[in-house]
């Protein structure tokens, strides 16, 4: 059974006023930083053999945080990356409330896909994808991915069988930690959600 611990990347300074998505060059800010420092500590007794995250800076900001502890170096997967919003990538979230889509998006987003950019059902298939691949290379082990919230809710609808319309009832801080067991027969469980208080040194252990 692999042990797969989710991140949702701290804070910058357009985290709830613009939609990021492959926006480049976008770092964690001083509250982040700090938010990160405080997952890694929540995180430092776990027995992490490895810390993967999506190739955007703010994720692989926090995933060294993240990583620091243990002595690991961060490995990046292009499947853990930000759904590609095409055109509406860094635009600011007040203005986006105004399109029609924007209910879509809300709603059945499993019908939306982004002009110039992708669906959200083609982003949550290349991130359970991912999370598959890395489930069976670590066999036994615990890992963290670090990546966004929208995939990060996405990744666990799927694995606890909600449909992808439901996804949005789920929360994902920044910095925030969930907990999947992906074992290699049976049901995924789900262990802890949207967590951002102290894991017992246990929480992790197959």
């Known amino acids: 059974m692999t042990t797969l611990i989710l ?15 492959w926006t480049p060059k976008v770092h964690l800010d001083e509250a982040g930083i700090v938010q990160a420092e405080s997952a890694a500590e929540r ?25 620091r502890p243990h002595g690991l170096r961060v490995r990046t997967r292009r499947g853990l990356g930000e759904v590609d919003y095409g055109e509406w990538t ?19 987003p499993s ?3 982004f002009p110039g ?7 949550q298939a290349r991130a359970v994808d991912t999370t598959e691949e890395l489930a069976v290379e670590h066999r036994g082990e615990t890992i963290v991915a670090v990546s966004h919230a929208d995939v990060i809710k996405a990744v666990i609808a799927h694995h606890v069988g909600m449909p992808l ?10 910095a925030s930690i969930s907990v999947l067991h992906l074992p290699e027969r049976g049901h995924p469980m789900l262990l802890r959600l949207n967590d951002t208080g102290p894991l017992p040194a246990s929480e992790g252990r197959a």
Request: glycine residues 6%.
């Open 7 to 21: 991140v949702r990347h701290a804070t910058t300074a357009a985290t709830g006023k613009r939609l990021g998505g």
């Open 43 to 67: 995180l430092a007794d776990q027995a992490v053999v490895a810390v993967y995250a999506s190739p955007l800076e703010r994720t692989q900001d926090t995933a060294r945080i993240v990583a």
């Open 90 to 108: 860094d635009k600011p979230l007040g203005q986006l409330r105004r399109r029609k889509d924007w209910t879509v998006v809300q709603q059945t």
């Open 111 to 113: 019908r939306m896909h």
């Open 117 to 123: 950019g992708e669906s959200i059902r083609a982003a």
């Open 165 to 174: 319309d439901t996804f949005q009832r789920l929360m994902i801080a920044p």
